[in-house]
T-cell receptor, first 113, second 115 residues
């Protein structure tokens, strides 16, 4: 295992409530990513981080924000959850930007009612 | 646009037989990397095999091998001597070297293995 944990593993919430998902790594890798997985779409990048306090948007970033105050933690926040954000969320880490294997966390299943 | 396409939503194979999963991609980059990931029912994403575009030799990992056709932009995965534990979703992914460093994923192929 690559030393990645995600919390919570499952969450059910109501539309309009804020939600924060946490990704924690013990590998001290520089790059961290948040993907979402939906049927028929594969995995799509939401946000990524290339260092402490260095983050940027991905393909499907609307409605999401991220923060990285420590190397080991990367937080994904849904400011006001919507039903379209019901998905499985994966965190991934990588030691470098190009041609480095990305190690994935176990995923968080989020349901927004 | 840089894309990855998996045209087979589902595949089935008999135990001990061989199956090939298809993947095509599109990029104007000359240097890139291709991956196959396995996602069993546990949901964990597991790297199966990787291929560097500059290498002509096809990558092999035990029972898993790829057929990399750079001119055709094709990257298929062959699983030999299929086992029940091979049943999973398989995702083809590409690293085109973009500034984000993220992988571009296909939509996946669900592989069933019949005993």
């Amino acid at each position: 295992d690559a030393g990645i944990t995600q919390s919570p593993r499952h969450k059910v919430t109501e539309t309009g409530t804020p939600v924060t998902l946490r990704c924690h790594q013990t590998e001290n890798h520089r790059y961290m990513y948040w993907y979402r997985q939906d049927p028929g779409h594969g995995l799509r990048l939401i946000h990524y981080s290339y260092g402490v306090k260095d983050t940027d948007k991905g393909e499907v970033s609307d409605g999401y924000s991220v923060s990285r105050s420590k190397t080991e933690d990367f937080l994904l926040t849904l400011e006001s959850a919507t039903s379209s954000q019901t998905s499985v969320y994966f965190c991934a880490i990588s030691p470098g930007r190009f041609y480095n294997e990305q190690f994935f966390g176990p995923g968080t299943r989020l349901t927004v009612l | 646009a840089q894309t990855v396409t998996q045209s087979q939503p589902e595949m089935s194979v008999q135990e001990a037989e061989t199956v090939t999963l298809s993947c095509t991609y599109d990029t104007s980059e000359s240097d890139y990397y291709l991956f196959w990931y396995k996602q069993p029912p546990s949901r964990q994403m597991i790297l199966v095999i990787r291929q560097e575009a500059y290498k002509q030799q096809n990558a092999t990992e035990n029972r898993f091998s790829v057929n990399f056709q750079k001119a055709a932009k094709s990257f298929s995965l062959k699983i030999s001597d299929s086992q029940l534990g091979d049943a999973a979703m398989y995702f083809c992914a590409a690293d085109y070297g973009g500034s984000q460093g993220n992988l571009i994923f296909g939509k996946g192929t669900k592989l069933s293995v019949k005993p």
